[in-house]
Each structure stands twice: as C-alpha cells, then as structure tokens.
C-alpha cells in the first residue's frame, strides 16, 4: 500500500496537515551559527585583542617603569630578566614578580 492509498483512508483535516509542506522559517542549523558568531564579536574577540595588548606592555617594559601587579602592589621595575621582574616596592624591598602577574603600567619610566 502506498502513500497516497493511505491518505485516502484519513479524514479531510488530516490530509490537509499530511500534505502540507514544513513550515517556513529560521533553520535551527543557521540561528547557532549565527549564536557563535555573535558570541565570538562579542566576548572572544574583544578578549584576545586585550591580550595581545596586555602582552606587549610587558614586553616593552622596562627599568624605572611604575608597575601594577596581580596582588595590588605597585612599585618600580629595578631589573628585567628573562621571565620575571625585579620590582621595587618600598625603600630596600625588592621582590621578584613573574612577567605574568604584571597587570597594568601605571607610569612610563624614563
């Protein structure tokens, strides 16, 4: 038995709705992709573009730079190493800081 001998056992209303082509509309598939897209101009990509600026700060500092770091203490970079800076914070207290932890450039040393 086929298709279209079954239909003619259904009442009108249900042929109708058989029949009928899907609704138009919105493809689930298309409303993600543009969800990702959208999360992506919106939260990604602003966050990158801080990192990467982020990370060219610490690279371009230097001796006698006024630093912020993670834990709240600011103090003056005194010596630059390879992965950490020797910053002062108060008069005869250095403390090393990893170049990570370095969160904001507060004055531009001369």
Do not use: C, W
Not at 21 to 45: D, E, N, W
Not at 79 to 90: T, Y
Not at 93 to 102: G, R
């Amino acid at each position: 038995m086929n298709t279209l001998t079954l239909l003619n056992y259904l009442p009108e209303s249900l042929t109708l709705l058989a029949e009928a082509p899907p609704p138009g509309g919105f493809p689930p598939i298309l409303f993600f992709l543009l969800l990702i897209a959208a999360m992506y101009f919106l939260l990604i990509a602003p966050q990158r573009k801080r990192q990467k600026d982020l990370q060219k700060m610490i690279a371009d500092l230097g001796t006698g730079d006024e630093v912020l770091t993670a834990g709240g203490l600011y103090g003056t970079v005194t010596n630059v190493k390879s992965d950490r800076f020797v910053v002062k914070v108060a008069e005869n207290t250095k403390v090393e800081v990893n170049k990570n932890h370095i969160i904001s450039l507060v004055k531009k040393g001369s």
